[in-house]
């Protein structure tokens, strides 16, 4: 038992090293962003920031990422749809290093409510009130502008995380976006960040330095899909995610 309880010591000493290094990049950035972000214009300068950001969150704590490309960089759409698994809170970091071209979140209402992360969905990311059907389709509507823009999207739409790296069922939105918006959805998926920050109890859930493993699939072509296919095209990524997190 004791053993048991020596062994969240250097989980939580770890993830108060996390904590410290965010918040400190975040209040060293914090004014650039709130520049930044106030200028569309601008949003490809924050979103580089937000990559160097996304680097100095990993590395300094001692997590570094492998990458697996089934496509190279220069041949990504220039506007799609990014779907991946979600498990831990470094998918979202981890994203902006393996995507480095311009791209913005749907993400949930409540980030909107926090104070310093208000900025980043304020313009530039989009956020979704899930209780409001209302509220939703207005997102959705705002996510097909941007894509018609030539932007692309990164959702995640198991529409929370799972914190033991199981895959749950897809909702529809992304796929609906990308078929009525005839854009291609990019499969993203994230091995283990779950086992380097786990949600869940500050003592229990794992915390630790280590390697991120990320596969960035294919694209899937949506031209000439109709609102028929959503479901086969929704199990296809699904499967193709699925199938990468089991043979990992």
Not at 42 to 66: D, E, S
Not at 140 to 152: D, H, K, M, P, V
Not at 181 to 187: F, K, S
Not at 219 to 240: C, M, W
Request: aromatic letters at 12%; charged letters at 20%; proline letters at 5%.
């Amino acid at each position: 038992m004791l053993l048991h309880y020596i062994g969240f010591v250097p989980r939580a000493l770890w993830k108060i090293f996390f904590i410290l290094n965010f918040v400190l990049g975040l209040i060293l950035l914090y004014p650039i962003f709130c520049v930044l972000l106030t200028r569309r214009k601008k949003y490809t300068t924050a979103f580089r920031l937000m990559r160097f950001w996304a680097k100095w969150i990993l590395i300094v704590p001692g997590i570094l990422t492998k990458l697996k490309r089934e496509i190279e960089v220069e041949d990504l759409p220039e506007s799609c749809v990014y779907v991946a698994n979600h498990s831990s809170y470094l998918d979202i970091v981890v994203s902006y290093i393996v995507i480095p071209k311009y791209m913005i979140y749907m993400g949930k209402m409540e980030i909107q409510k926090a104070p310093l992360f208000r900025i980043f969905f304020r313009d530039m990311n989009i956020y979704v009130d899930r209780k409001s059907k209302m509220g939703s389709y207005k997102a959705f509507q705002i996510a097909g502008e941007r894509l018609s823009q030539g932007e692309s999207i990164f959702i995640f739409p198991e529409g929370g995380i799972e914190s033991k790296g199981q895959l749950k069922p897809f909702k529809n939105g992304a796929f609906r976006l990308a078929i009525e918006n005839q854009v291609p959805i990019v499969p993203v998926t994230f091995l283990d960040n779950w086992k380097l920050l786990q949600n869940g109890g500050f003592f229990k859930a794992h915390g630790r330095p280590g390697i991120s493993s990320i596969v960035v699939h294919k694209p899937i072509s949506t031209e000439g899909l109709t609102e028929a296919d959503l479901i086969p095209l929704r199990h296809q990524v699904r499967e193709i995610i699925a199938q990468t997190l089991a043979g990992k």
